[in-house]
């Protein structure tokens, strides 16, 4: 995994960064993390600088001026990777709800199997979530079949935030015209590589909801997947006409 590097989005996760640095590193030595800080208040990069000595040209971080979402992170982040000669960026959260160890399975499938978007998936094999309480469930997963009955994906975690993607559907996607912020932006850029016919699969993981700080989810953030799935879809068909 020499020519992979994961993404990790952050405001306010002090209490987990540098485990989920670790822990990272303790399953691939070889692997890079950019961290891309929002200017958390609790004062997270300052702790992702901390650990920086012990991962010299290894750990990254991206500082930004404030809060502006998780979808803009990640867009100014796979800029910054594609800027480098990584083939493989990964997306992954900071609160320890993603398995590190799933990393090379990701990475293998889309290494070996000519996969371009490799998707850590909750609902493959039923619901894969442990600790989230019912509401949240369902909600999770009520928003994938909306999303798939809008779009048309085959995709049955649509909002999943544990991917890796060939470093050619990025370079493919125009990533200034990425407009979602919250948790839609995970749909718009699976629904981009869907339009433009790469090649994706899925492979069941298990998701451990957070043990510190505190979810981003709000109810704007919902709002914006909820309406901005049909916008997708109403530019696409209008597009073709």
Known sequence: MQDAIVIIPTYNEIENIEAIIDAVFSQYSEVHILVVDDNSPDQTAQKVEACQPRYLEQLFLLKRQGKQGLGTAYVDGFKWCLERDYEFVFEMDADLSHDPKDLKRLYEVCKDQHIDLAIGSRYIKGVNVVNWPLSRVLLSYGASLYVRLITGMNILDPTAGFVCYKRAVLEAINLDEIKFVGYAFQIEMKYNTHKKKFNIKEIPIIF????????????????EAVFGVIQMRLKTILGKR
């Open 208 to 223: 451990t909801d957070r043990l510190y700080g505190v979810s981003k989810l709000s109810k704007g953030i919902i709002k």
